[in-house]
């Protein structure tokens, strides 16, 4: 009888120090992006709220995917029978979410872009909510299937016995239920986010908003028409800032879930399948990565995400006095929701606009205007 295979010292070292850096990143920046939304009144607006979403989802993958990957590469599977019904049902649910609130925003800004109009019935804050109820509530039913197509299975050695969590039948029977993820959790949500982003650029950064307050008052050949298309502009410049950093999310989805679902995809004409333990390893932490780097990208790429954070990890200093309101006179259309008590909505609205003036008086001097936009 042969000895207990056991994974490589390398391996094992490797595995435990990058699965407890990104997980920790991972967990601690995801916490994050759900407490500054929930404890931020105007964070809460249908975009964050997908991201909220995506980062419960991602914070899912990482306690249920890559904290058990620490146990089962130094040892056998430690959690059980319900450990690996419960944690494979986790680990699909939080993917496969993910996928869907990647989805879901990006059909969201696609309309408050693209469909400006509509986009004041479609996109609020009730509705964000009731669409991520939904999908949380079909995947979870989705998911419920492996409860019923996994196992563990113990065997015997000469110096102990090895417990492992895995398919309860053959692993060609497998390939309907792979190929079914493979298309509809990330095929569908790749191809429709190229197609959505591609109409979003081309009204984005393609129209006349793209050009500079003085190239495009230009057009309007006079002081009160540089004046409008001024705070045009600085609001185009805020809708693209959002929109860059969505579509990071979504190319880094791409990149970085490709190696494990070609993987997934080649080995089922492969056979035996190809297991190089260094591949599933980097195959594993991209996954990880995945689900740990999107704090990161909203730190970096947006600014009222970064305050918040700041303010979130008391980093930022108490100013001594409030900073000066202004009042601006504005003729505006917005996404209204219902769902918020009018008072607070008017506040959040306020505040908005009295970042846009001290921006647009910072960058060009101009002074309080009579505009008509729409905030998105």
């Keep these: 009888m042969r000895k207990m295979p056991q994974h490589p010292l390398e391996l094992q070292v490797v595995t435990i120090l990058l699965v407890l850096l990104i997980c920790g990143v991972g967990i601690a920046g995801n916490t994050m992006v759900v407490l500054v939304v929930l404890r931020t009144k105007h964070m809460v607006t249908p975009t964050n709220c997908y991201l909220v979403s995506l980062a419960v989802a991602d914070l899912i993958v990482l ?45 969201e800004r696609y309309i408050a872009i693209c469909h400006s109009i509509k986009a004041q019935l479609l996109c609020t804050v009730s509705r964000a909510k009731r669409i991520i109820t939904c999908v949380w509530l079909f995947t979870s039913l989705y998911c419920l299937m492996w409860f019923f197509l996994v196992d563990t299975s113990q065997a015997t050695f000469s110096d102990g ?13 497998y390939l309907p239920i792979y190929f079914l993820d493979f298309t509809v959790f990330y095929v569908l949500p790749l191809g429709l986010a190229t197609v959505l982003y591609g109409l979003i650029a081309r009204i984005l950064f393609l129209s006349p908003l793209s050009a500079t307050p003085q190239e495009a008052g230009k057009l309007m050949g006079n002081p009160v028409g540089r004046a409008v298309t001024s705070a045009i502009y600085f609001v185009s410049l805020l809708t693209q800032q959002v929109t860059k950093m969505l579509a990071v999310v979504v190319i880094l989805f791409a990149l970085l879930w490709m190696p494990y679902r070609t993987l997934v995809v080649v080995n089922s004409f492969m056979d035996p399948p190809y297991l190089n333990i ?12 995945n689900s740990a780097i999107n704090p990161i990208i909203y730190n970096l790429m947006s600014q009222k995400f970064r305050a918040a954070f700041k303010k979130l990890c008391k980093c930022e200093q108490k100013r001594t006095e409030k900073p000066t309101q202004y009042n ?3 003729y505006y259309n917005v996404m209204k929701d219902c769902s918020h008590d009018s008072s607070d909505h008017d506040t959040t609205e306020q505040e908005d606009l009295n970042e846009l003036y001290i921006s647009m008086k910072t960058s060009s001097g101009a002074r309080p205007m009579l505009a008509r936009y729409y905030l998105v």
């Design 328 to 330: 601006i006179p504005v």
């Design 161 to 173: 016995a090895q417990v492992s969590c895995g398919y309860r039948v053959s692993r060609t029977l």
């Design 278 to 289: 260094w591949f599933l390893l980097f195959s594993r932490m991209c996954i990880y990565l």
């Design 63 to 107: 306690l249920a995917a890559g904290l058990p990957n620490i146990s089962e590469v130094v040892a056998s599977w430690v959690y059980g029978y319900a450990g690996c019904l419960c944690i494979t049902y986790l680990q699909y649910l939080g993917i496969n979410i993910s996928a869907c609130s990647i989805t879901a925003f990006t059909v």
